[in-house]
């Protein structure tokens, strides 16, 4: 079946814009989280959705940053006024549910260059 | 601070050794753990996980960890490396705290099998 699914694979946008990454994860899974991964380190957490709403925010760096998952599926991280230290690939992941015992299953990024 | 560390950058086996990839964490509470291999341009894949019961966990490729809790690690093992092993190898930590689910990853080791 499909996995999770993230658009675009890269995305370079220039200091100060506004860009959305949108995540599709698998079809049935209620929970969502967003991770960023910078050069070099691992995954480090944003903002988990169970179902529509955002059960945990506390990964967010500044309110720059922000997440929608409207309808419980696709999901889209937003970034306003973007910088360089944002360049980053953005990794989302999907569990049938956020009990945190069941694995995550990961999409393959969005690699974002903020020039 | 709850955290994860993998203290080797990088590790180099030859085919058909044994191999080790090395995890400690410290978190408060009963942690659940897992272990992720990141291939090139490719999301992140879930080996295994430890929630409970037997210390020794089998996953996915030959892979299997060790839980010691007196040491707080979880040291990923192989008997038998193969040069198809050769990633990026992620510990997490999903901490007691998290009713979330979110993961807590270390900064990845670079597993190099050589023929």
């Known amino acids: 079946g499909a996995g999770v699914s993230q658009t675009p694979s890269n995305k370079v946008t220039e200091k100060g814009k506004y860009v959305e990454l949108r995540c599709d994860p698998i079809?049935?899974?209620?929970?969502l989280y967003w991770y960023r991964q910078s050069l070099g380190q691992g995954p480090e957490f944003l903002i988990y959705f169970q179902g529509t709403g955002a059960a945990d925010d506390s990964g967010l760096p500044n309110d720059r940053f922000f997440a929608v998952r409207p309808e419980g599926s696709v999901s889209t991280l937003k970034i306003q006024r973007t910088e360089r230290g944002d360049s980053a690939v953005y990794l989302c992941?999907?569990?049938?549910?956020?009990?945190?015992?069941?694995?995550?299953?990961f999409g393959p990024g969005t690699r974002l260059t903020v020039l | 601070a709850q955290s994860v560390a993998q203290p080797e950058d990088q590790v180099n086996v030859a085919e058909g050794n044994p191999l080790t990839v090395k995890c400690t964490y410290s978190?408060?509470?009963?942690?659940?753990l897992f272990w992720y291999v990141q291939y090139p341009n490719r999301g992140l894949q879930f080996l295994l996980k430890y929630i409970t019961g037997d210390n020794l966990v089998k996953g996915s490729y030959g892979f299997e960890a060790e839980f010691n809790k007196s040491q707080t690690s979880f040291h990923l093992k192989k008997p038998s490396a193969l040069v198809s092993d050769s990633a990026l190898y992620f510990c997490?930590?999903?901490?007691?705290?998290?009713?979330?689910?979110?993961?807590?990853f270390g900064q990845g080791t670079t597993l190099q099998v050589k023929p």
């Open positions: 978190v408060s509470g009963n942690p659940y």
């Open positions: 079809s049935g899974h209620t929970a």
């Open positions: 997490a930590v999903r901490p007691f705290s998290s009713n979330t689910g979110k993961l807590i």
């Open positions: 992941a999907s569990t049938p549910r956020g009990t945190g015992d069941n694995e995550q299953f």
